[in-house]
């Protein structure tokens, strides 16, 4: 099917909403698990676009590629998610062309992250574009871009110290939990998922808290018990989730169900917990945080961690802006080049059309002479006089540009003035 627009640079767009101007809940009502990011992809290409990618993490969701506007990125997101449209069109930030660009350098560097120099966004940004390249929904110009910026991120981490030491939604929570729970280590401690955040957070809070006492629950139990195995904690089946929140003092919710898993009726008639939810959208229901004798906490909150490190890694700002604007510059001048080489190709085929069409004429079936040779180069060039003189003498408020770029090109010395 024919895309109905053009993959100039103009239809570039990208549509998103982030932390900036929402909070967890209402992220999560734009949140694209994979099944809807492959619901999105094949809803893209009935209206004819084929050539974007989505990003959707705990602080954003994002989608980037052509369209005629931004408008249908809008429409994209709001039929496949539960988000409402018109709330959407309040909320979201849209951004074209070469500032669109530039925005999602920023995104896969860390510098428009909640916690400045965030370095998982990168394998984020590398996973949707996989994702979307999977199912033939990623042009060049979008692989070369993401390619590009995975090669800055790559290089502000090696060459600046915007994601030196150790600030991130796990380390948030360990510092959380120190200032909160000061005796941690005699706590129980349960935490329902064990995907990447949920992982990461309980080897931060083995290394910095020194607990011990965590039970593991996952829907898929093997995954539970196999790093429970790895570092010496207790596990339980999925359905012993309800007794294992009751018995425990801190709960950590790291899992990706569409819906809340842990629910105010689990935790009613319980002793005092800590409920510390690290899911977009959240797992656990907002009115388990109106019981007295729970405190809950979401990932906007911990995301305000601000310290020593944070203060340092703004003082490498200014390097990562000038590694991004010198690969960002260099982006931009092969996508120039490449609509050049479109052109430069189209010339090489008329000449080539032009020769064969003299060389048939001239030929007739008989072998040619070097004169007849000589005299079909001759009629060739002049053809392609007579076609540039045309042209010159068609776009008459054009002839003199034209001219001095013919000038130019061939280098002939004539001086115009």
Not at 251 to 273: C, D, E, F, G, Y
Not at 381 to 395: S, T, W, Y
Not at 405 to 412: K, L
Request: aromatic fraction near 6%.
């Amino acid at each position: 099917m024919q895309v109905s627009h053009s993959k100039d640079i103009a239809n570039f767009h990208i549509v998103g909403i982030n932390y900036k101007k929402t909070d967890a809940a209402i992220r999560g009502l734009y949140a694209i698990n994979p099944a809807q990011y492959q619901q999105l992809l094949e809803r893209a290409r009935t209206v004819q676009l084929d050539d974007l990618f989505v990003l959707s993490t705990c602080n954003r969701t994002e989608i980037y590629g052509f369209a005629e506007s931004a408008g249908q990125f809008i429409d994209l997101l709001c039929d496949i998610t539960h988000g409402d449209r018109d709330q959407l069109l309040e909320l979201a930030y849209t951004k074209s062309g070469e500032e669109a660009i530039r925005h999602l350098y920023q995104v896969g560097t860390g510098l428009d992250s909640q916690i400045l120099g965030d370095y998982e966004v990168i394998g984020q940004i590398r996973n949707a574009a996989k994702f979307a390249k999977a199912s033939n929904a990623l042009g060049s110009f979008l692989e070369r871009l993401v390619n590009s910026v995975l090669q800055v991120s790559k290089l502000i981490k090696t060459e600046t110290g915007l994601s030196a030491g150790t600030v991130s939604v796990a380390f948030a929570t360990v510092r959380m939990l120190e200032r909160k729970m000061p005796d941690i280590k005699n706590k129980k401690i349960v935490l329902v998922g064990v995907g990447k955040i949920g992982r990461s957070t309980c080897k931060n809070m083995i290394e910095y808290l020194g607990v011990q006492s965590v039970t593991l629950i996952n829907r898929t139990m093997q995954v539970a018990a196999d790093f429970a195995g790895q570092h010496g904690l207790r596990y339980a089946p999925y359905e012993n989730l309800v007794d294992e929140l009751q018995q425990a003092d801190v709960i950590l919710v790291a899992s990706n169900a569409p819906q809340p898993t842990v629910l105010a009726h689990h935790l009613q008639h319980t002793s005092p917990k800590l409920v510390v939810d690290l899911s977009i959208p959240f797992n656990v229901e907002a009115a388990v945080g109106d019981l007295a004798h729970i405190s809950l906490v979401n990932v906007d909150e911990l995301s305000k961690v601000q310290d020593e490190t944070l203060q340092n890694r703004l003082g490498e700002v200014p390097k990562a802006i000038a590694i991004i604007d010198e690969h960002m510059a260099e982006f931009l001048y092969w996508y120039k080049m490449r609509k050049h080489a479109v052109v430069l190709k189209a010339v090489k085929e008329k000449l080539q059309e032009i020769h064969t069409r003299e060389i048939q004429q001239q030929k007739n079936g008989v072998a040619l002479k070097i004169e007849d040779m000589e005299e079909v180069s001759s009629r060739i060039i002049q053809k392609m006089i007579n076609l540039m003189a045309g042209k010159v003498r068609k776009e008459t408020d054009k002839s003199d540009q034209y001219i001095a770029m013919i000038n130019d090109i061939f280098e002939t010395g004539v001086n115009q003035e």
